[in-house]
């Protein structure tokens, strides 16, 4: 099967612009979750789909940030207002149910500039 | 509050040797835990899941095992080589009900030719 695929790669903007991401997960998993990754850290764990609903949110997922996902395939991810601190490594992750094997994308990478 | 300590930020190796990796979790009891490898500018790729009721698992040359009472899990790559060099992370997730995965930060592996 394909991978999870994320677009874009790379996303450079100006501290104050909106972004938004997009994750195609694995096509017959229903689980998907987003995750952020600075440099030298492990991923932190943003929120989380079964099929179409939001189940969970982290404390790390500021009023600035909102994840859809309106069909129960693809995704998307977008931060409004970006500031400096908001430049990591965004990653999607697809599961086929709750305790089996997340497989990760390739991430966006984000510099706010 | 849980916290997950992977052994060293770095391990150097000689080529053909085992590298044996460390992960130590405190303050809960992970139902599961994942290993995955990370390249440079890439996402996780995922390697291998072991259950709490499980003491061991193998897959080609990585084996992995789980000490529910020594809170700890390792990791060991035999017959090691220099595309094995990445970094590896582990990922103990609570279980039932739970699906957010908890990375450490990760060990650096080199393996030298």
């Known amino acids: 099967d394909t991978g999870v695929s994320q677009d874009p790669r790379h996303k450079i903007t100006k501290r104050g612009q909106n972004v938004t991401f997009r994750c195609d997960p694995i096509?017959?998993?229903?689980?998907l979750y987003w995750y952020r990754q600075t440099l030298g850290q492990g991923p932190e764990f943003l929120t989380y789909?079964?099929?179409?609903?939001?189940?969970?949110k982290s404390r790390l997922l500021s009023d600035r940030f909102s994840a859809e996902r309106p069909k129960g395939s693809f995704s998307t991810l977008e931060i409004q207002r970006t500031e400096q601190g908001d430049s990591a490594m965004y990653l999607c992750?697809?599961?086929?149910?709750?305790?089996?094997?997340?497989?990760f994308g390739d991430g966006t990478r984000l510099s706010i500039l | 509050s849980q916290k997950i300590e992977q052994n060293s930020e770095a391990l150097n190796i000689q080529e053909g040797k085992t590298a044996t990796l460390t992960c130590n979790y405190t303050?809960?009891?992970?139902?599961?835990l994942q290993w995955y490898r990370q390249d440079p500018g890439r996402g996780p790729v995922f390697l291998l899941l072991?259950?709490?009721?499980?003491k061991e698992k193998r897959k080609e040359r990585l084996k992995v095992t789980f000490d529910t009472t020594l809170k700890q899990s390792l990791f060991h790559i035999t017959a090691s080589q220099p595309a094995d060099s990445a970094t590896y992370l582990c990922?103990?997730?609570?279980?039932?009900?739970?699906?957010?995965?908890?990375f450490g930060k990760g060990t650096k592996l080199s393996v030298i030719p």
């Open positions: 990922a103990p997730a609570s279980g039932a009900g739970s699906y957010q995965l908890t």
């Open positions: 072991i259950r709490e009721n499980e």
């Open positions: 303050n809960y009891s992970p139902a599961y």
């Open positions: 789909f079964q099929n179409e609903a939001q189940l969970e």
């Open positions: 992750a697809s599961s086929r149910q709750e305790n089996q094997p997340q497989h």
């Open positions: 096509s017959e998993h229903n689980r």
